[in-house]
């Protein structure tokens, strides 16, 4: 308050005009899987078991090691990455002291001659112990042999006591992805302390936002981890995509839309169900093809085609698509970097209500188009919800839009909150609501909309209680997912014949 005398001049300064709400963030892919941390190149670097980790960049990937088959996180960093933007954050699983298989003594010899290396068959190694054949001597990692533990390998020390064409006896652990189980990947909440899955919720405290696209490839396709990605997307206001298994039919895809216990068995706004998986080529290390040449160890890439969940590019393209056109377009008929097609034959037409795209899209599944000339493109508008909810919110984009309007309106109000209720308090707000939502109008995002304040909502009781209530109406544009053209054989238009040369002819003569 002013004071009561002042016997000079002053300045008070008074805010007005309503304060920009800040659209969160939609392009942020949310990514459990599995990653070769023991393969990633500065130790230091790799993110620990469980810890949300924001990849921006190629050298944020790296982080999560590289291409090594059995490994989820990098092929899908890897596809992410080819649609060309949006960022991802990884939660890795992966735990080398929990997810390995154990080989105890096996027997093995060293050359006869020449470079004394052994080949454990196995990359990413660990509690190496080698002895003699009879199990009485232990070897020393020191003094008388090094260790490669990414590759797998123990070369001898000439200045130590294992001698040229020894018989050994070596016990070691190797990492195994095939250990992590479907509850790894779902996580769990164990007081302060969040796994899996579940430590998504943590990133809005420690970024700033939420991923607002999740994906587990490799395992969505298990009904368990598909119902937890849901709830998950329910939890932070997401969309979850959902694999089908690899080769899986399209009738038995639309069969597995009514299958209890499947993951396609859902109807949800916040689940896209996506099919088949594709091909892709693979250059990815093999970890059990490590080979030895003239004593030098030799890793082996894959380079041939593989078949990988659909989730992971379907991710990337609606990311990549929210940056350049914006959140409210439709994922489909976006062209799809970097697959070679199905893993399943599809016929796909855009005139054919009986080819199998369309059957696929009638049942809620989001399929892969491919026509001459096409491209490989995501095709399909909407969610699980349908065909059983025909709501707006069925559509993809619909249902993000609202998504991205509702949390930035949300986090925005955080200014208002515990202010004195008042007219001024009232006006502010809707101000600030309605500028947005003219914004969006402008932005192409809305067709229309408003956010106003009913008296009748809001009785005295419910003031005096601390509580406002506002209301408001909005419309994203739908998807133009059908073109009708009505189409005449209009007899009449024959009358028409001949008037063109006639025409012309009295111009002629006219300017003979």
């Known amino acids: 308050m002013s004071a009561t005398f002042l016997h000079g001049v002053e300045v008070i300064e008074v805010s007005t005009g ?17 990653a070769p941390s023991w393969a990633v190149e500065s130790p230091a670097a790799a993110p620990a078991p ?45 735990d080398p002291t929990r997810h390995f298989t154990a080989i105890t003594a ?27 054949q009879a199990g009485t001597t232990t070897y020393s990692s020191t003094t008388d042999y090094s260790l490669d533990p990414v590759i797998g390998v123990v070369t001898a020390l000439t200045s130590g006591t294992l001698t040229a064409g020894e018989a050994v006896k070596v016990s070691f652990n190797y990492a195994d992805p095939t250990k992590v189980a479907d509850s790894d990947i779902i996580g769990a909440v164990t007081g302060s302390t969040y796994t899996g899955l579940q430590a998504l919720q943590t990133t809005y405290g420690t970024m700033g936002f939420f991923a607002k696209l999740l994906i587990a490839p490799g395992y969505s396709q298990n009904a368990d981890v598909a119902s937890a990605l849901e709830t998950m997307a329910n939890t932070v206001c997401a969309i979850a995509l ?35 998986q594709e091909q892709f080529s693979d250059s990815g290390l093999v970890p059990t093809g490590v080979t030895i040449s003239s004593g030098l160890p030799i890793t082996t890439a894959f380079n041939g085609t593989s078949v990988g969940p659909y989730s992971q590019w379907i991710a990337g393209a609606i990311a990549a698509k929210d940056l350049s056109n914006g959140y409210w377009w439709s994922p489909s008929n976006t062209e799809v970097i970097g ?37 490989l493109r995501v095709w399909g508008n909407r969610s699980s919800a349908y065909p059983s909810d025909t709501a707006p919110d069925n559509f993809i984009n619909v249902r993000r839009t609202m998504d991205v309007i509702e949390q930035s309106i949300q986090l925005s109000m955080l200014q208002f909150i515990d202010q004195p209720i008042s007219n001024a308090l009232i006006t ?12 969006l109008i402008q932005r192409g995002a809305l067709v229309a909309g408003s956010a106003s304040y009913d008296p009748s909502e809001n009785p005295a009781s419910q003031i005096a209680a601390g509580q406002l209530v506002f209301d408001i109406d909005v419309m994203p544009p739908p998807p133009a997912e059908r073109l009708t ?28």
């Open 339 to 375: 697959i070679l097609g199905p893993d399943v034959s599809l016929y796909a037409s855009i005139m054919d209500p009986n080819c199998d795209v369309n059957n696929l899209n009638a049942q809620g599944i989001v399929t892969v188009f491919n026509a001459f000339g096409s491209g």
């Open 18 to 34: 309503s304060n920009p709400i800040t659209v969160v963030t939609s392009a942020v892919i949310g990514l459990i899987g599995t």
């Open 485 to 512: 053209f009505q189409s005449y054989i209009d007899a009449s238009l024959l009358s028409t014949l001949g008037q063109t040369s006639a025409s012309t002819s009295t111009s002629s003569a006219s300017a003979t």
């Open 50 to 94: 469980n810890t949300p980790t924001l990849v921006s960049s190629q050298s944020d990937a790296s982080n999560f090691g590289p291409l090594v088959q059995g490994y989820t996180i990098p092929y899908a960093l890897s596809a992410i990455a080819a649609q060309g933007a949006g960022q991802t954050i990884v939660v890795n699983v992966f």
């Open 106 to 132: 096996q027997a093995m010899s060293f050359p006869a001659s020449g470079p004394q290396v052994l080949n454990l068959g196995h990359m990413g190694v660990s509690a190496v112990v080698v002895t003699n």
């Open 428 to 439: 502010a707000i809707l101000s600030n609501v309605n500028s947005f939502i003219c914004s």
């Open 242 to 276: 959902v694999d089908s298994p690899p080769s899986t039919a399209v009738s038995v895809a639309i069969s597995n839309r009514g299958l209890e216990g499947n993951a396609f068995d859902v109807a949800s706004t916040r689940v896209v169900l996506c099919y088949p």
